[in-house]
């Protein structure tokens, strides 16, 4: 089963989801500053980590750095209510989602299993050609095709390479930064409306109601991402 | 030296000082008075000095003139000494207390000697006192010395005692405005005997000293008045100090003492009415009444006046006729004690007669200073002066007389004589009215002798056979003068008139104007004008910022203002300037403009132009200008505070509702954890598991709701405290819509939703994160007013330049409520509801709306129930470019 570690300075906290996550089978260590995160997370091997921004000695955001220097495992942050930027500032350095507390757990436990199968997913299939989004939709990346319902879907150059950079890493909150940089290039980050309208397009085309969409979910204030069955 | 402080005492003096100057911003002032040089104040200021050291006080030395005596000079050591300022004067090198080193070095205290020293002509201040003065204000202490010669009030006397005149001396009211003085006394023998030795002057002036100053009967007169100085003053503080602990207020006003003066009179009068005003320890006023032959006096006035000041008066100049001018000004100012000065012994009865009978209350005494009245032979010098000056109306009123004379010559066969008078009588009334009455007597006596000389037989000669003519002669010459003076008079009444009327004017024109003003600004603009316009004087406000302590010009009027001079009248509120004792050289007057204690501007005023500035009547306008300025300044203040308290008054009722609701919203779930919980907790103890599911899902279900609420409260303290900063993008509607059903998904399980996005809507120019906080709250509402299975239905669409984002329900709709009510904090449709919330959501997104300048209305739905649409402007988007695969 699988290892997480859980970075977070608050006792009641710390204590209540390392009960919860041992419930569901996995092994669970707790470190409650920064330093001992750091070990903790070179010494255990964790397959995911829950990390909290607030910590007593130092920010957070080191301690994403530091495990993106080794390792690609999924970093989930909690972080309090009105971090919008800490938040942004954390998912560009490498975070791959996060949560806002007080957060309900049963969401704790989806996004946890999520990040933990596209994760393992993605290091057994890097190779798959076809790449199914939800029931109707699927995906041929190398031969630029987007089939609904059995029909090829048309989408301009840009939308496709939008589309892309959602797939490369499924199930991640990507910011709008990041995505501009991935598909208009870093002259155009200031621009962020176009990922607005291109992702808008994108659920026009592929969504079966593009007001609830199903795979295209938009991170208010954050970003975007895509959730793979 | 008489006393010396023990340690223990004065250590918690200084303490005491050091508690008291960080209480309070003004120094305080400590003074060691002697009664004639050489009794060693400045060795007891500097023993004193040297304990306070000990104790642990920041003491320095600004100026202390140690005389070459060798136990002065030795209690120096010690002690940081401040440099002094050096200054040139014609190749002549003064050494002068450097005023701003010492607020810069900042001491709690600092000694300065010889306090009424006259600076070296160019300093900022005349006078040493003056300087002293600006250090107290700025808040350090100061220690120092004079001698009893030097105060103002006693000067006269000192100078008959001593026969020896005393320059430099300093206001009284600065030596009773002292916190402390310290009596440094020594006997006249051990003083004599001092001198002897050599101690206080060098040797060849010892002899020379003793024969003058330091003869024994004069040391003795003058300990005699110091002894009587402390004492008065130290009365006073016990007669102050009962008053402050009597609970009854009883005011001294039954002590107050109005010198009365008419003439210019010696500054002596002055001094002893000021003496014996403190003799009964009661209030001084000064008054002049302007009698018509003080009009050219205003200079001399306006001096003995500005010393009467410096002695601790109230001065004014009274204008309406004696005596009830003295019996209003009593009565207004409630004083018990009138004094006059000697004028003409006959004139004086009169005088005392007068008051007599309307002030039967009132104790009068004259003063045995004479006043100084013009003799005959200055008399006669100034009536030739007058006549001199005016070479061309003397000139012309002679021509007119012996034109007349020429044209009744010819007539004087057919009129008679007695009319023939007649006409030079008109002559004179017209001089009068024309010239005045120096003229006018000239003229009469002129007429005299030419009637007589063409008129009167014999004809050709000043001689007169008929006696009677005689009678005729002196009756037109007391008619031709008397009427002269009635009519001068009467001018002179008329002109008084017309100028207290320009006077009211003026007031009527700024207080007008003042009335309708809104700002600081406008007030010092209005003013501005009307000096300028009115009284002929070019000025200029500075307005104080007083954030940065910083003073900015409100006009450009006038070159070259003083930078420097501003901030001295700023942070010394106190006039300077031209006519004043601080830096008189300079070209303008700045006058602060105070309201409750605080320097609101300065007018800068050039009066140099103007020769009004000795004019009193001018002064008195500007005075009562002021007046008005300050009082519509702090009638604006006042507004403001109203407006302020008004604000907080409404900001204290919001918080009571919010308590209010606060209370019940957040007891409801709270009571349902508690409750809840509990059983939970003795489910488990029991073991009885099966049955604590229903208990457990309440507290998740409560804790949410607490959640939710907490979230609301925090959003609309965020948002009204405008640190808001929005970040606004276009965002597609569907995104809004989606991102808002995504997270009310699992509430949304029960209703029937449906979005409807126009093909033509258009972008939506928002802030993503609080848009979705309006869409969420909007909708939010829906699900709590309406019953489960109830459509919800969110569109968005564009009408005209208006984007339209609404959500509508099919639910109970508002019912009896005002819907557009709805949007003000803690209104909520149904008041005590089970539906929990305290009614900020809809305040919240009425907040949020209002940011993005849109509107949020409430409507009827066409689905029955109630409707919420946002209306907001569209803006453009950038075009973006695109092909396909």
Known sequence: ?229 | MAQVNDGTMLNAKAKAMLESTKESKRGLLKLFLGAAPGVGKTYAMLTEAHELRKAGLDIVVGYVETHNRADTQALLDGLEIIKRKEINVNNFTYHELDVQEIIKRRPVTVVIDEMPHTNAPGSVHQKRWQDIEEILNVGINVFSALNIQHLESLNGVVSRVTNVYVNETIPDTIFDKADEVRLVDLPPDDLISRLQCGKIYLPDIVKRAQHNYFKKSNLIALRELSLRAMTNRLDQQVKQQRQINSTTTSTDTNFGLLLVLDGIVSKDAIREASRIAKAFSSSFHCAYILTPSLRNKKKEISDILNFAESLGAQTAILNTEFPYCVKDYIKEHNLSLLALTQYKEKDTVKKLKQLNEILPNITIFTLPYSVHLPDLKERVINFFKNCLKSTNTFLATTALTFLITLLLVPLSHYIHQTNLVMFYLLLVLFTSVKFGIYMASYVSILSILCFDLTMVTPRGSFAVHDIQYLITFATFLVIGIFSARLVTHLRQVSKQTREQEKQTKIMYNIAKKLAQVIDDVEVYNTVSTNLSSFLDIPNEFWEIDEQNDEANRVQTNLKGVDKALINFVMSNKQEAGFGTNTLNKSKYLYAPVIVSDKVHAICVMDLSKSVQYTSTSTFQILQAVFALTRQTLARLESVEDAKQTLMSMEAERLRHSLIQALSHDLKTPLTAIMTNSEILYKHIKEKAFETSEEEALALVDSSKRLVQLMSNILDMSKLQSNEVKLNQDWIPAEEIIGATLHSLKERLHDYNIKVDVARDCPLFYVDPILIDRLLSNLVDNAIKYCPKGSTIKISASKRGDKAILSVSDNGPGFGQVNPQRLFDPFKRGIKESKVTGIGLGLAICKTIARAHNADLVAMPSTLGGASFVLIMPIVDVPYTEDTFL
């Open chain 1, 1 to 229: 089963m699988s290892t997480i570690v859980i970075v977070e300075d608050e006792e009641h906290i710390s204590k209540a989801l390392k009960i919860l996550l041992e419930s569901e089978g996995y092994t669970v260590f707790v470190a409650n500053d920064q330093k001992s995160g750091q070990i903790a997370c070179s010494s255990r091997c964790p397959d995911l980590v829950l990390l909290d921004l607030g910590l007593p000695d130092k920010d957070g955001i080191f301690l994403i750095q530091e495990i993106r220097s080794y390792s690609d495992i999924p970093i989930i942050i909690l972080s309090a209510r009105d971090g919008e930027n800490s938040k942004i500032n954390a998912l560009d350095l490498g975070a791959d989602d996060y949560l806002t507390k007080p957060f309900s757990t049963s969401e704790l436990l989806a996004r946890i299993r999520a990040h933990l199968r596209t994760h393992n997913k993605i290091v057994m299939a890097k190779n798959t050609s076809e790449i199914k989004l939800s029931d109707s939709v699927s995906v041929d990346i190398p031969g630029k095709l987007v089939y609904k319902n059995g029909e090829i879907v048309h989408l301009t150059k840009i939308e496709f390479r939008l589309l892309c950079a959602l797939i490369k890493e499924p199930n991640k909150v990507l910011t709008h930064r990041y995505l501009m940089l991935q598909v208009w290039g870093a002259n155009y980050v200031e621009h962020q409306h176009y990922v607005r309208i291109y992702m808008a397009h994108l659920r026009q085309k592929l969504e079966d109601d593009p007001s609830n969409p199903e795979f295209l979910i938009t991170e208010v204030g954050i970003g975007y991402r895509l959730i793979l069955k």
